[in-house]
């Protein structure tokens, strides 16, 4: 099982990028998405996560209003589209895949440890 992240780059505060991540998983559709984020020298941290039953989304307060988390199931995809990019927006960024659990808890898909697979990463940074 792979996840390939790229889309990553240099872009002035206030610009756009779309992160793409290539997922070779039998049943993406029923996997649970995620994208995660690493500043330099802090730890990672949630940015936005897609739940596969119900289609339901969840944002940082961070990045709530500006990104926008999707997927594209019959291209195994998810993507991460980040508009009005802020300068404290620049970090490693990592996707992120959840098999189907038995149960769920409250909050669950904030939490790293919950997901079964990660990408490599991919840097963006925010120029001011």
């Known amino acids: 099982v792979q996840l390939q992240a790229s889309g990553g780059g240099l872009v002035q505060a206030g610009g756009s990028l779309r992160l793409s991540c290539a997922a070779s998983?039998?049943?993406?559709?029923?996997?649970?998405i995620a994208w995660f984020r690493q500043p330099l020298g802090k730890e990672r941290e949630f940015v936005a996560a897609?739940?596969?039953?119900?289609?339901?989304?969840y944002y940082a307060d961070s990045v709530t209003g500006r990104f926008t988390i999707s997927r594209d199931n019959r291209k195994n995809t998810l993507y991460l589209q980040m508009n009005n990019l802020k300068p404290e927006d620049t970090a490693v960024y990592y996707c992120a895949a959840a098999r189907p659990k038995s149960a769920y808890w409250s909050n669950w898909y904030l939490q790293g440890s919950e997901y079964d697979y990660w990408g490599q990463g991919t840097l963006v940074t925010v120029s001011s």
């Open positions: 998983i039998r049943s993406f559709s029923t996997h649970d």
């Open positions: 897609n739940v596969w039953s119900g289609g339901s989304q």
